[in-house]
């Protein structure tokens, strides 16, 4: 109506879109059709961005009822910064249902990296299963996580585990960014002075090349393997290592 388009030009010419309360603009994002228009060439003219945090109001609206409402302005977001939209807020939208799959994507793409990723925050994922691939996946790219910040402590524990797919990631991630020396200088074997190492066992990785899955051998007290002809060149390593008689080792401890 003219009413409102005399309105509107009143807005425009009067005041900058951020000048709005946080609630107004989501109002009018919610109104659909010329109100929506309306509130998205004002800001276009005015050569300015909404913020972020008015844009996870909308996202965070009962109005918005499902995956397909939430994705324009999930879109939106995902053009921000991550300290725009608040870190704490992207790590929490992950473990809700109505963001999850969204922010997963975020993270795969790189949102958060370098200062912005929390390595622990990461590590507690790998304990849920559901984002448990995500996790690993986020920890295996050494160009966002240094190897130093998974850290050979927390690696030779997820070797321990009885969840393949943790035990494989940590066997295949020491195999490719740790050397024999990282383990003493790690102090890999800390707190286990007191264990009678005569009867351990030790987990060792080989493999042809980096390209190839690594076999683990499980090794008792005693072993001796002998490399030679095109094994002489095998990529090895102790990958982890055991008490003696630890229930927790995948083949029951000691046999």
Known sequence: SALSALAQKKLRDGFRPTEMRAEHYVALRLAGGAGQAFVGKWFEEAKEQPPAAWLVKVAESADL???????????????????????????????????????????????????????????????????????????????????????????????????????????????????????????????TADADWSAALADFALRHSHAEAARVLTLHSGDVLLFGGPCRKLLHAVVATWPPDDAHHPSGGRS
């Not at 704490?88 to 939208?93: F, P």
């Not at 912005?116 to 295996?140: N, S, T």
């Open 65 to 191: 009822r499902n995956m397909w409402q939430r994705r324009p302005i999930m879109a939106e977001l995902q053009k921000r910064s991550p300290r725009e939209i608040g870190i704490g807020w992207i790590q929490e939208a992950l473990l809700d249902a109505r963001f999850s799959s969204f922010v997963q994507q975020w993270l795969r793409g790189g949102m958060l990296k370098g200062e912005d990723l929390d390595v622990d925050w990461l590590k507690g994922l790998v304990m849920r299963p559901a984002l448990r691939p995500l996790a690993l996946e986020l920890l295996g790219r050494p160009a966002w996580v240094a190897p130093r910040e998974v850290g050979l402590g927390w690696l030779l524990a997820m070797s321990r585990q009885a969840d393949p797919q943790l035990a494989e990631f940590a066997h295949r991630y020491l195999l490719q960014h740790f050397a024999p020396a990282d383990f003493a200088a790690d102090g890999g074997l800390e707190g």
